[in-house]
């Protein structure tokens, strides 16, 4: 059962293989079986859980169908869910139970999707190697000494080790395309306003955006049509009219226009990887794509623009964190700066203590203007430089990270972590959508091709995957020993 996609398990709960109760306890069972060589779960809710599914299971004897009815997925412990613990993978949450649930998660719940936990994650979605998380580190299921990418390294091992069928995941600066081309996964950061952020822990509010984690690009477009859709409550989702993300899967790639970017294939650029790169495109351009050269100048500044833009609005977002209203709070305090300063001391681990005091250097009177400013100036560039892209093809491709899998504790520097994101991180400044999806592998480690489309294509983009996923079978391999 565990090697079916989303689609495939909803088959077979159409045709009455299995139950829904039957499919969640299948799943249950292969999380306490393996997850404790991956760690990829923080919360496991099996009780509750198995009420969903038996729910799910009465309403399929009803007579309703949907998309992810009765559908087990694991959830990233970003997104609050009522009732149950909310960490995302902190200390300062560690006893925070969610008092309602995230948009995205009352979404699920009402298709009907069954939700097996919480998956562990670098701490508020600081990091591209899930080692900053207070539950400690993920593995990736490819190769336990190996890190599965972050921040949703959690749901990224938890799929790719087929604990669940498929997760959500949020993305920053490539927090679900990272992982996802770490683990061999597909995996989609929708534009900007697409998904509602109301009740997901915001990171850098400007750049968080949640999408799925999943085997297939079908299923990813399964998902995002449950997960997407205005949100009132979210005063940056954009109102446009629901989109069915399936339909246009099946439309042939004659004719499309690839756009592959100079500065997304030089150095850094791990060689192995470019080959599997090359022969992806090659795939497409026997499925009728043409390839463009194209150039995205800016590139070179992404990195160095979001490592301001991204802690300047963490540390205003995590002020929120006192030790007065929620989350940890220290023991005795003295008085009410002793309360902040050891709440905060003992609640925050190392990463996001950083990314706080640069935030707080960067937004201060007299620096201001020297840093934020010029980051948002300097991110309208590079949005130009897409756009002007855009006039000319339809999707740009490129890796998604320059290399494979690193090994835990390799990137000790935080610069050299920061790297990791170098192809991901220019998409969320823009604010448009990026995909990715198996490609291949390098020593047995997976790597991901990455598609950027415009503003809402992610139609074109689930397509694009969809029919390069018709001829190849990258991402329908399992690591040995799940
Ligand atoms: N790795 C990047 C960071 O550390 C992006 C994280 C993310 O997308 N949440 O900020």
Redesign the pocket.
């Known amino acids: 059962m565990h090697r079916k996609t989303l689609r495939e398990l909803a088959d077979g709960l159409r045709a009455k293989a299995f139950s829904s109760v039957e499919l969640t306890q299948a799943f249950l069972d292969r999380i306490q079986a393996h997850d404790e060589r991956i760690n990829s779960f923080i919360t496991v809710t099996a009780e509750p859980a198995l009420e969903a599914a038996r729910a799910a299971d009465a309403r399929r004897a009803a007579g309703e169908d949907g998309p992810l009815l009765g559908l087990p997925f694991a959830h990233k412990d970003i997104f609050c869910t009522e009732g149950v613990k909310t960490s995302c993978g902190s200390r300062m949450l560690d006893n925070f139970i969610a008092p309602y649930d995230a948009t995205v998660t009352a979404k699920l719940k009402a298709a009907g999707a069954v939700m097996l936990g919480k998956t562990n994650m670098?701490e508020f979605?600081?990091?591209?190697s899930n080692e900053t998380s207070y539950y400690g580190p993920v593995r990736n299921p490819w190769d336990l000494d190996t890190v599965p990418g972050?921040?949703s390294g959690g749901s990224a091992a938890a799929v790719a080790a087929r604990l669940a069928p498929a997760a959500t995941g949020?993305?920053?600066?490539?927090?679900i395309r990272?992982p996802a081309a770490l683990c061999g996964l597909t995996g989609l950061k929708p534009t900007y306003g697409a998904v509602s952020r109301y009740g997901m822990i915001a990171?850098a509010s400007s750049l968080d955006q949640a999408g799925p984690m999943t085997q297939s690009a079908e299923d990813a477009a399964l998902m995002l049509g449950v997960m997407a859709g205005f949100d009132p409550r979210d005063s940056t989702s954009v109102e446009r009219p629901l989109e069915d993300y399936c339909a246009g899967l099946g439309n042939a790639l004659q004719g499309l226009r690839i756009g592959l970017p100079r500065e997304y294939f030089g150095e850094g650029l791990d060689g192995t990887v470019a080959k599997v790169i090359e022969t992806a495109i090659g795939e497409y351009r026997k499925l009728g794509a043409e390839v463009v050269d194209i150039s995205l100048p800016n590139s070179h500044l992404a990195v160095p623009a979001y490592y301001v833009v991204?802690p300047a609005e963490c540390s205003s977002n995590l002020s929120r964190f006192d030790g007065v209203r929620f989350g940890h709070r220290c023991e005795n305090p003295h008085d009410l700066q002793d309360l902040y300063v050891r709440s905060r001391g003992e609640g925050f681990g190392a990463e996001v203590k950083r990314r706080i005091m640069i935030g707080t250097y960067a937004l201060s009177s007299g620096y201001y203007d020297a840093y934020y400013l010029k980051a948002q100036q300097v991110r309208r560039l590079i949005r130009e430089d897409f756009l002007k892209a855009f006039e000319q093809v339809d999707v740009i491709m490129g890796p998604t990270a320059p290399g494979t899998a690193f090994r835990l504790g390799e990137k000790s520097d935080p610069v050299s972590m920061?790297l990791?994101?170098i192809y991901t991180i220019a998409t969320n400044l823009a604010g448009l959508p990026g995909m990715s999806i198996p490609a291949g592998f390098v020593n047995g480690l997976p790597v991901g091709l990455q598609l950027i489309g415009n503003y809402f294509a992610e139609g074109r983009l689930l397509n694009a995957a969809h029919q390069y996923q018709q001829v190849t079978d990258w991402h329908r391999r399992l690591p040995g020993g799940f």
């Open positions: 670098d979605a600081m990091g591209s972050g921040s949020t993305d920053t600066g490539g927090s990272q990171f991204a920061y990791s994101d």
